[in-house]
C-alpha cells in the first residue's frame, strides 16, 4: 500500500515539472524591467522637481531682481545645471503690478531600446509683488 502512494506521488510530480520556473522567469523579467525604467525615470523627475523648486524660488523673490530678463538668464542657467532640454524661447517671464509670471514649457526624452517616451512638463509659477 506505501508503494503504490509513493508512484501516484511521483507520476503527478512529473506531469508538473518546470510550470513555477515559468512564473519565476516571468516575475524576474517584471522586476529588471521596473529596475531598468526606475533608473531612466528617477534622474528626470528629480531634476523636474529641483526645477519647479528653483522657479518658485525665483517668482517669490522677482520683486528684488531689477530685470526679467536676468530672471530668465537665471532659469535657464538652471536648466543646464540640470541637464533639462530648456531653450531660451521655452521661458516666458512677465510682470505687472500685482503679480510676477514664470512659465516653461519642454520635453523630455526618455529613450528605452524599444520605445522613446515624449515627457512634456508645463511648468507655470505666480508671485505677489510687494
Known sequence: MNGNAVDKTSESRVSERGEGRFGTLVGLCVLLLTI?????????????????????????????????????????IKAQELELPIGPKDIRVSRSNTHFDIAVKYTVPIKTPVYTYQWVFDEKTRAPLF
Open 36 to 76: 531598468y525604467l526606475g533608473f531612466k525615470v528617477l534622474p528626470v523627475m528629480v531634476n523636474a522637481y529641483s526645477f519647479r523648486d528653483f522657479i518658485e524660488q525665483e517668482a517669490r523673490f522677482a520683486a528684488l531682481k531689477k530685470a526679467d530678463e536676468e530672471v530668465s538668464k537665471r532659469v535657464l
